[in-house]
């Protein structure tokens, strides 16, 4: 290490030598391993584009079992709903853990005007709930469920983008890292799949959706001479080349005709590899999710979508009137805490307020006995302080006989 400085105007002789800060990255290694981390992701979609596969392809275990066969016997939703998938993933002593927010009923409509409010609502409450813990007096531990990806399943109609898709994408890129999805890309033809996403670009570029892209600027500030960095930066501009990525998902495995079981779908042709770069963009997501953006996604809700969200508020509420602002920026009062029509959360909402009632009644009744005990005890007391006196009575007429009889 060079250490420089200067002292009254004069230079410090500079040298080499070693103070030990360069052990700071293995102190806050044992730190973080420690205490692990947290992470949470929605799927957005239309229903039946495979985001429950995709979610259990990606995770390589079952974390939500596909309700495909009970919803062909139910009726069409009429709200989105809110489900919350909760995960601890453990990898090399390290603790990850994963909420996944999914959709259900999102553009099954025939009428779909607003269906996107019930997402960005949530967004926004975690947002709020975060902003109020925050403000607490006591903040050692805070529930922090504020979305840091939002993966956006595309149809692939080969054709463009829908109102519904633009409408949704353009809302959601200013509170979350929006990523585009083009979900089962096996439907389209090589050719189809370059146009297609071509047309997707341009869309997104000239409705100015914000999405995710990995950052460059910190490759490019390092030392580029060492591969490992170059390497980096390679990395990141086939990912960002790669969007919007095209998936196929699928819990199975098939022979792919080398002897060697692969994760894919069969068709009369051939297999579909969903982790073969030349099939899907498969590798290339979970890498940006899991493997090398993890900790951007998490630092970019924070330092960005977070801050502004707290910024608008805070202006909002000291400037004490709202200024007209757009169906796609942040609210800048408080979100109205308004009941869910989740069944699930009504169900737990009944549940404590049952608990709530029973815990109330049990201290009523506590109080109640003790009430009734207090009552008894002074009954008694009374009692035996009418005997005392009683006795007192007497004995004080004892003395009075004895005196007369004295005399």
């Not at 009428?111 to 607490?136: G, T």
Request: aromatic share 6%; glycine share 4%; hydrophobic share 35%.
């Amino acid at each position: 290490m060079t250490i420089e400085a200067e002292s009254m105007g004069a230079p410090v002789a500079s040298g080499v030598q070693t103070i030990g800060i360069s052990n700071l990255p293995n102190q806050r290694y044992k730190i973080v391993s420690e205490r692990g981390g947290s992470f949470t992701m929605m799927v957005c979609g239309e229903s039946g584009l495979g985001k429950t596969t995709f979610i259990n392809t990606l995770f390589q275990t079952t974390l939500k079992h596909s309700d495909f066969q009970q919803r062909r016997h139910l009726p069409i939703k009429r709200t989105v709903e809110i489900d919350i998938i909760r995960a601890l993933l453990e990898e090399k002593n390290f603790n990850l853990r994963v909420n996944v927010i999914d959709t259900p009923g999102f553009g099954d409509n025939v009428n779909n005007n607003k269906s996107w409010q019930s997402i960005i609502d949530f967004i926004d409450d975690q947002h709020d709930s975060f902003m109020r813990q925050e403000q607490q007096p006591y903040r050692d531990v805070k529930f922090d469920l504020r979305v840091h990806a939002v993966l956006y399943f595309i149809r692939p109609t080969g054709h463009g983008l829908k109102p519904l898709d633009i409408e949704t994408m353009k809302r959601i890129s200013t509170r979350a890292n929006l990523i585009p999805v083009i979900a089962k890309s096996d439907t389209l033809t090589a050719q189809e799949l370059t146009a297609f996403k071509l047309r997707i670009r341009q869309v997104i570029e000239a409705q100015e959706i914000r999405i995710f892209t990995p950052p460059l600027e910190r490759e490019r500030e390092s030392d580029l001479n060492s591969n490992q960095d170059l390497a980096a930066m390679e990395h990141a501009r086939q990912l960002i080349e790669s969007m919007p990525f095209a998936i196929i998902g699928s819990e199975k495995k098939f022979d792919n005709g080398q002897g060697k079981q692969v994760i894919g779908r069969r068709y009369p042709w051939g297999v579909v590899e969903i982790e073969n770069d030349n099939h899907c963009d498969f590798r290339k997501l979970r890498s940006l999710l899991l493997r090398t953006n993890l900790l951007d996604l998490i630092l970019t809700t924070q330092e960005l979508h977070y801050e502004t969200y707290r910024r608008l508020r805070l202006e909002g509420n000291s400037s004490g009137t709202e200024e007209s602002n757009s169906s796609s920026t942040v609210p800048l009062r408080a979100p109205a805490r308004k009941l869910s029509h989740n069944p699930k959360y009504k169900e737990e909402e009944n549940a404590l307020k049952k608990y709530f009632t029973d815990q109330v009644k049990a201290e009523e009744q506590r109080f109640r006995q003790w009430e009734q005990n207090i009552v008894n005890e002074r009954i008694r007391l009374n009692g035996d302080l009418e005997e005392i006196q009683n006795k007192v009575k007497r004995l004080d007429e004892q003395v009075k006989s004895l005196q007369l009889k004295k005399r």
